[in-house]
């Protein structure tokens, strides 16, 4: 399996796994499909890169989400219909790791606030409260 990539920001979270902008593909299913964050934006609009050696990843399978922050693993219920997203429970676990927890907040924030979603070929994007 190829590399992934990953872009999100403050009122999305836009997740890439190649970088070729296309129209909307309506409905695709996000079960086993795999994201991985290349960039992020704050709330200043500003992108930064994520500063962890393990790389971000959300992974959709058997109606779960789960992933890494880049330090703790997580995982949630999730449920996406119609172009509707909702993440139900998220939990992780509890390491602590220098310089990195405030992006994880941050991202587990995003998706505890994501409200619908888009699939183009290549990308996901999650819009979030």
């Known amino acids: 399996m190829g590399p992934f990539k990953f872009i999100f920001g403050f009122l999305?979270?836009?997740?890439?796994?190649?970088?070729?902008p296309r129209q909307p593909v309506p409905d695709?299913?996000?079960?086993?499909?795999?994201?991985?964050?290349?960039?992020?934006?704050l709330e200043d609009g500003i992108l930064q890169?994520?500063?962890?050696?393990r790389p971000v990843t959300l992974k959709?399978?058997?109606?779960?989400?789960?992933?890494?922050t880049g330090c703790n693993s997580y995982f949630a219920g999730y449920?996406?219909?119609s172009g509707q997203l909702?993440?139900?429970?998220?939990?992780?676990?509890?390491k602590y790791c220098e310089g990195l927890m405030e992006q994880e907040k941050h991202y587990?924030?995003?998706?505890?606030?994501?409200?619908?979603?888009?699939?183009?070929?290549?990308?996901?994007?999650?819009?979030?409260?």
């Open 79 to 81: 449920e996406a219909k």
């Open 28 to 41: 695709q299913s996000l079960e086993g499909t795999g994201w991985v964050l290349l960039k992020y934006s």
């Open 108 to 129: 587990l924030g995003l998706l505890e606030g994501a409200l619908s979603y888009t699939v183009r070929p290549g990308q996901l994007e999650i819009i979030s409260k």
């Open 86 to 94: 909702q993440f139900d429970g998220i939990g992780a676990t509890e």
């Open 60 to 68: 959709f399978q058997d109606d779960r989400a789960s992933g890494n």
């Open 12 to 20: 999305f979270l836009l997740l890439l796994f190649y970088a070729c």
């Open 49 to 53: 890169e994520p500063g962890a050696e």
